[in-house]
C-alpha cells in the first residue's frame, strides 16, 4: 500500500465556484478515487483562501466581518463540491486556527534560518491582483495589466523572503527530480524562469489586519504566500502534529492551473527548503479556453457547475470536465463540444452498450449470465484498458485513463456487431458470446468508476454484482473471469439519454 496526498490550489472566497474550480477539482476527487480502488492510503484535501485586502473590503461593504463573509462563501464551495460527488478527506479554510498555527510555525522556522529580513518596499500594487507590478508591466495611463484599473502606489516596511538564495538549490532539485513538475513543458518553463534570476519577495504588510500576525512582529500580517501555500502543510500537521505531517508529506501532489506555476513551482519550493522540508510534486494544468456559439460570451466564472450537472447529470459533467479538457495543455470548452461528446461518448459507447447487453442477455440466456471464456478475444483488451488506467493514473493522465477504458468499450460493441447474438438461437454459443460481453461491461464499470460513481453503482447492480463498487480492489478485481457465474443481468432505465443537438444558427 502506498500513500497519495493530493491538493486542488485553496479558492478565492471573492467569487462563486465556478466550472474552473470544479475542472481541478473534479480531477482531483477521480484520480484520489481511482487510489482508493487499488486500495492506496489516500488523503484528498481541497479548501478556501480567505485572507487579504480584497476580502478585507468586499466584507467591510457588505457589513460584515471578513470571518463571515468569507465562512459564508466557504460554505457555497462545499455544497457545489458536494453536489458534484466529491470526496474529499478535508476542507480547509485559512481563517481556521490550525491553519494560523501553521503559518506561525513555519514562518518562524524560516526566519530562524536567517532566510526573512526586512527592509523598506516602494512600488506599485494593484489591489484587485493583490501584487506588485514594475512600471514597465504597466498598461498606459499607469493601468493594471490584468484589471485594467488604476495601481496604487505605497511605501512600507515589509519583510522579505530571501528568494535569490534559492536559485542553485531550485535548479538542482528540479535535476534530480525530473517529473517533480509535469507536464515537461511546464516544467522546462519553470527551469526558465529560474534561470533568469529570481528576486527577493515580500511577505508582510502592515497596512492590513485581517490575516496571520508574524509570530515575532505582530504589527505585521502576513502577505499571500505564506499564508496561502502553507495551507496544504496545514492540513497534514505540520507544526501541530509533525508525525502526521512526516508521514504524507513526502507523498503530496499539487494540482494547480498555470497561472499560479510561479508561486508553486518557484516560490513554495525555496520557502519549503528554507524550513528543511522536501518540496512538493505539482500536475500543471492549462485553461479551459470556452469557445463556441453558445458559451462565447460567456466568461468562465459565469459558467456555474450546478447548471451543467443540471443538463448533463453529476456524473455526466464529471465525465466531460475529465475527458473533454484533458489535464495539461489549454483545450476549449464549448457546449457543442459537450453535447457532442456526451452523445457519442456516454449515450452511443457506454450507455447503449450496457443496454444492449442487458437486452440480448435477457432474450437470449433467460436474464442469466455465464462464465466467459478465459480464451474470449475480448480478455486481452480487458487486460490492456487495465494496464492504460493503471499507467494513466500514475501519470497523472486522467483523460487517457478514459481513453483507455472506452477502447474496451468499444472493441465489446464491436465484438457484438460481429457475434451478431440478437440473430441466434437460444444456446451455449450465444451464452458464451454474451458471458464475455457481460464480463467486459463488468471491467468497464470498474475501471469508470472513479470518474462516474453513480452511474457506475447502478451498472454494478444491474450486471447482477453484490456489495459497492467503491469496495472493489483493483487490479485484482478487474481480472478476467473474477467474478461469479449465473448472476441475472437487468436492464434498467437508459444511463445516459442521447441530447439533442440544437440546430445551427443560420
Ligand atoms: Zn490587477
Redesign the pocket.
Known amino acids: 500500500m502506498s500513500r497519495v496526498f493530493v491538493t486542488t490550489p485553496i479558492y478565492y472566497v471573492n467569487a462563486r465556484p465556478h466550472v474552473g474550480h470544479a475542472y481541478t477539482t473534479v480531477n482531483g476527487d477521480a484520480l484520489t478515487r481511482w487510489h482508493r480502488m487499488c486500495g492506496d492510503d489516500v488523503f484528498f484535501l481541497t479548501g478556501t483562501d480567505h485572507h487579504g485586502l480584497k476580502i478585507q473590503r468586499a466584507a467591510e461593504a457588505a457589513g460584515q466581518s471578513p470571518q463571515e463573509w468569507g465562512d459564508e462563501v466557504a460554505e457555497t464551495f462545499k455544497t457545489a463540491f458536494a453536489a458534484l460527488n466529491v470526496a474529499n478527506d478535508d476542507f480547509i479554510k485559512t481563517s481556521e486556527p490550525r491553519h494560523y498555527a501553521s503559518v506561525q510555525w513555519l514562518l518562524r522556522k524560516v526566519y530562524d534560518n536567517g532566510f526573512i529580513y526586512k527592509g523598506t518596499y516602494s512600488g506599485i500594487y494593484?489591489v484587485?491582483?493583490e501584487?506588485y507590478y514594475d512600471d514597465s508591466e504597466l498598461l498606459a495611463g499607469e493601468l493594471?495589466p490584468?484589471?485594467k484599473?488604476p495601481i496604487e502606489h505605497v511605501t512600507e516596511d515589509n519583510y522579505f523572503f530571501k528568494l535569490s538564495a534559492f536559485e542553485d538549490r531550485l535548479l538542482e532539485w528540479l535535476t534530480a527530480s525530473p517529473d517533480a513538475i509535469i507536464p515537461t513543458t511546464k516544467r522546462n518553463e519553470v527551469l526558465g524562469f529560474i534561470r533568469q534570476g529570481l528576486r527577493d519577495f515580500s511577505i508582510s504588510r502592515t497596512s492590513i489586519s485581517w490575516g496571520v500576525p508574524l509570530p515575532w512582529d505582530p504589527e505585521h500580517v502576513c502577505y499571500v504566500w505564506f499564508d496561502a501555500l502553507t495551507n496544504y502543510a496545514t492540513a497534514v500537521g505540520l507544526g501541530t502534529d509533525m508525525e502526521r505531517f512526516e508521514a504524507w508529506w513526502p507523498h503530496v501532489l499539487h494540482l494547480i492551473g498555470k497561472d499560479i506555476i510561479r508561486f508553486h513551482c518557484v516560490y513554495w519550493p525555496a520557502m519549503l527548503m528554507a524550513a528543511g522540508i522536501a518540496p512538493p510534486k505539482v500536475a500543471v494544468h492549462g485553461y479551459l479556453l470556452i469557445g463556441g456559439e453558445k458559451l462565447s460570451k460567456t466568461g468562465l466564472t459565469q459558467i456555474y457547475p450546478a447548471d451543467l450537472a443540471e443538463e448533463f447529470g453529476v456524473d455526466g459533467i464529471r465525465y466531460l470536465l475529465i475527458r473533454e479538457v484533458p489535464l495539461g495543455n489549454d483545450a476549449e470548452f464549448s457546449h457543442e463540444g459537450l453535447v457532442a461528446r456526451y452523445n457519442a461518448d456516454l449515450a452511443n459507447n457506454f450507455g447503449n452498450l450496457l443496454t444492449r447487453v442487458a437486452t440480448v442477455v435477457a432474450k437470449k440466456c433467460g436474464g442469466i449470465t455465464g462464465a466467459p471464456r478465459l480464451d474470449s478475444p475480448l480478455r486481452a483488451v480487458a487486460e490492456q484498458a487495465l494496464a492504460g488506467n493503471q499507467l494513466a493514473w500514475n501519470e497523472i493522465r486522467p483523460a487517457e485513463a478514459v481513453d483507455a477504458t472506452w477502447r474496451l468499450i468499444r472493441e465489446t460493441n464491436a465484438f457484438l456487431e460481429t457475434n451478431e447474438p440478437w440473430k441466434a438461437e437460444p444456446g451455449p454459443a450465444v451464452e458464451a458470446v454474451m458471458a464475455d460481453a457481460v464480463e467486459a461491461c463488468r471491467i468497464v464499470v470498474l475501471l469508470t468508476n472513479p470518474i462516474m460513481p453513480t452511474i457506475c453503482q447502478r451498472a454494478w447492480e444491474g450486471l447482477g454484482l453484490a456489495g459497492r463498487l467503491d469496495d472493489q480492489r483493483l487490479p485484482a478485481a478487474a481480472a478476467w473471469g473474477s467474478a461469479p457465474s449465473g448472476r441475472t443481468v437487468v436492464k434498467g432505465d437508459p444511463l445516459f439519454p442521447r441530447k439533442a443537438v440544437a440546430a445551427k444558427a443560420s
Do not use: D, M, Q
Open positions: 494593484c484587485s491582483c501584487a493594471c490584468i484589471h484599473r
